[in-house]
């Protein structure tokens, strides 16, 4: 009985404590606003690339949505805010590098939408510099307005179109992304 008093004493005078996802190293909150809607953390996961028989952990991801989704299809086609945000835990990847992986992600997930969304790729690509070690990327999906990309704290702008989000959305959340742990980890499995 002593011990459920502290416990709740303590809540009382520390007040709502907000716990953080936490993925090699890389804490991440519990929930994020985005305009007017609250975003719960819905799973993290780590990029690995294998590089000559060894996996580089190249950033930490996390993504947001209004609630907990399994199911990598509806996360795609449902019109709601969505975030990804990616922690690099690499000391550097290289502007090519992470266009390549993009591009073979866009290329992977997209299907025959590919050709349609060639502009808003090249646009999304332009945003891109060499990222090092904690270096940020947000990318932000709001209906009726589109995608805004977030690198090293600046906005680079907001490209349109809910079927460009859903093909970048894709590169993770896709039937071939790019490691399947990553994947699973982002969906909350």
């Known amino acids: 009985m002593y011990r459920v008093a ?12 907000v716990y953080a996802g936490q993925i090699e190293g890389v804490a991440f909150p519990d929930q994020v606003t985005v305009g007017t809607a609250d975003l719960t953390l819905n799973g993290m996961g780590v990029r690995i690339k294998k590089v000559a028989f060894i996996g580089v952990k190249v950033y930490a991801a996390a993504l947001y949505l209004p609630a907990k989704e399994a199911d990598p299809a509806k996360v795609l086609a449902a019109d709601e805010p969505k ?15 992470l266009l390549e992986g993009w591009n073979d992600g866009f ?17 999304f690509d332009g945003f891109w510099s060499d990222m ?34 859903a093909a970048l959305f894709a590169i ?16 909350g499995q």
């Open 132 to 165: 090092k070690r904690d270096d940020v990327a947000v990318l932000t999906y709001i209906p009726g307005q589109g995608t805004k990309v977030e690198i090293k704290g600046k906005e680079m702008g907001v490209i349109p179109g809910k079927d460009f989000a």
């Open 83 to 97: 975030q990804l945000v990616m922690h690099f835990l690499y000391k550097e990847v290289g502007k090519d590098k």
């Open 107 to 123: 290329k992977n997930n997209s299907g025959g939408a590919l050709a349609t969304l060639k502009d808003q790729i090249a646009t």
């Open 172 to 187: 993770w959340l896709g039937p071939k992304p790019p490691n399947e742990s990553l994947k699973k980890g982002l969906l």
């Open 6 to 17: 502290c416990v709740v004493l303590a809540g009382l005078l520390l007040g709502p404590i």
